[in-house]
């Protein structure tokens, strides 16, 4: 029983990063050739993205492990890694294991037979070990192939390789009680929609203060080595134990195997205890009495909309994840705020350098690159929502009661448009009206980066709905997967991301060639964003109504 459950879940998992449907890999399909090409493509880009990240640790390993391996402190660079390679599978997997374990569609179908809980949750912590295996080598991997040009042994090469399970194992432990803990907390229908946003918002905070702050730690780490031998020495003599079994030492590696083993039990055995009582518990609020009340009548563009505003709110995963970047226009916004005296007294100095005579580029031409970088934050930023591209895949297999109404697929096309141009503009446009204002800018000025916004957003909105319609995804198991974990989702950001970066680099180009102003260039980009949309609302107005039609 046990080895038909892993392998129903991994083949869910090979499902999820490589054919991107959400249908098991053992069944046949009808577009073979469709699902081929998805797996050729999505697995070259995973191949791709692996090696770069790869390549990249193997050098800054390579920069560091000369000077602290002669130093003698070879436990303190295998113990940055360890670390590094734990906090980087806790976070790729934490909110995973609560979605995998206690969310997952088919809980009830397996509790409902004669399996033991204890073996569902086995059987699912086993395939979020393969992906912790996958990380820890990922991170930990490059460190010990560049010790091993320094200082290479046999002893040294197999536990080196071994420690890659034991991190993975005590990354599954502490990515699970995580999960377990949110499960615990979110039990309560009526605080899990705030809590899960506040938490995904304060989750994304620390992953950017530890990675600026990452840096600077490792360096004042590594300046004075000598002081932090001697405390750990003192205070932790088991980050040395893990030090020197990385190096080698087989006494050291057993006790790190039966710490990370003993440390995985004890959080399996609390969560197989607790596992039945958190998937069958009762998330409703309170019991609702309805009154009959009159109901006013409202536009159907109205209803649709009202309709895919109330699951935004109502889905933390769909709206952290897919409107991330409407959270960073308000929060540089509000640090703007805070920076007014700041912008107030540098500006008009900067204003003035830029008109002195012998001034080279880019301060000689400051007052157009002004515009043109307030526009910049709020064009990056809504790269990064991606509302309009999984709007259609989320209906899942309840799609079928809006094609049974009597509305038209542009109506429906129309209503997920706007939510990702009302969510997205509403921060965009009071970005750029605060700065616009705030930087003394003329109102032709503003209202250029007002049309420039506008088509902008539109069209990540039109592209994002075009692959979405063409790789809907309407059989997912868990909602994360047409969200976070599919091919639309993933070319949309591409696509946003590459226009972005065209349309950064191009303006400083210009100007040194054609002396265009920044207004002048914004608008064309605003009339070339709009071309854009022209063309893939023709194709949502054709191809995509029959599309839609044949889900």
């Not at 390549?55 to 890694?81: N, P, T």
């Not at 991997?141 to 290479?152: E, G, H, I, R, S």
């Not at 003394?440 to 592209?463: C, D, H, N, Q, R």
Request: glycine content about 6%; overall charge positive.
């Amino acid at each position: 029983m046990l080895k038909a459950l892993i392998k129903k879940q991994a083949s869910e998992l090979f499902a999820i990063l490589f054919l991107g449907a959400g249908r098991s890999a053992s069944k046949k399909k009808k577009k073979k050739s469709s699902d081929r090409s998805s797996f050729v493509l999505k697995a070259t880009l995973i191949g791709i993205l692996f090696m770069v990240l790869f390549l990249g640790i193997c050098l800054w390993a390579w920069a560091m492990v000369e000077g602290l391996v002669s130093s003698g402190f070879d436990w303190m660079y295998f113990f940055l890694f360890g670390f590094i390679a734990l906090i980087a599978c806790i976070a790729f997997n934490a909110f995973v294991s609560y979605n995998m374990i206690f969310k997952a569609k088919d809980n009830t179908l397996l509790l409902s037979m004669p399996i033991p809980p204890r073996i569902i949750l086995f059987s699912r912590m086993a395939v979020l070990f393969f992906n912790c295996v996958i990380f820890s080598t990922l991170f930990w991997l490059p460190a010990v192939l560049m010790y091993l040009t320094t200082k290479f042994s046999v002893a040294a090469l197999i536990c080196g390789v071994l420690i890659t399970f034991v991190i993975a194992m005590i990354a599954l432990a502490l990515s699970c009680l995580v999960g377990w803990i949110v499960a615990l907390i979110l039990r309560n229908k009526t605080t899990k929609i705030i809590l899960g946003i506040l938490g995904s918002i304060l989750v994304i905070v620390l992953a950017v203060f530890l990675r600026a702050a990452m840096n600077f730690m490792m360096v004042g780490i590594i300046q004075n080595a000598g002081a932090v031998d001697e405390f750990m020495k003192e205070n932790f003599p088991w980050v040395l134990a893990f030090g020197k079994a990385a190096s080698g030492d087989v006494a050291s590696f057993l006790i790190m195997l039966a710490i990370g083993l003993v440390f995985f039990g004890v959080i399996y055995f609390i969560m197989s205890k607790t596992f039945m009582f958190i998937v069958t518990a009762r998330t409703g609020g309170k019991h609702k009495v309805y009154k009959a009340t009159d109901q006013k009548s409202k536009k159907l563009s109205q209803s649709l909309l009202n309709k895919e505003f109330s699951f935004l709110f109502k889905t933390p995963v769909y709206l952290i994840n897919a409107g991330l970047g409407s959270v960073f226009i308000l929060i540089v916004a509000v640090l703007c705020c805070f920076g007014i005296p700041m912008i107030n007294e540098t500006l008009p100095m900067l204003r003035e350098l830029s008109t002195q005579p012998g001034v080279e580029f880019p301060f000689n031409y400051l007052n157009e690159l002004i515009p043109f970088g307030i526009l910049v934050v709020p064009v990056f930023c809504t790269a990064f929502s991606t509302l309009s591209t999984p709007s259609i895949s989320v209906e899942g297999k309840t799609l079928w009661i809006l094609k049974s109404l009597p509305i038209k697929p542009m109506e429906i096309f129309r209503a997920k448009l706007n939510l990702h141009a009302i969510y997205c503009l509403i921060p965009s446009l009071i970005f750029v009206l605060l700065l616009g204002i705030l930087c003394k800018e003329s109102p032709f000025s503003i209202l250029a980066m007002v049309l420039g916004i506008i088509a902008w957003t539109y069209l990540t909105a039109y592209f994002g709905l075009f692959i979405g319609t063409i790789r809907a995804n309407l059989v997912w198991i868990n909602i994360t997967m047409p969200i976070k974990q599919s091919l639309a989702v993933g070319l949309s950001l591409l696509f946003n991301m590459v226009i972005a970066v065209i349309f950064v680099t191009a303006y400083p180009i210009m100007m040194q060639v054609t002396n265009v102003s920044a207004q002048t260039y914004i608008i064309g980009f605003a009339i070339l964003c709009a071309v854009l949309c022209f063309i893939f609302d023709r194709w949502l107005r054709s191809s995509g109504c029959r599309r839609f039609v044949n889900l």
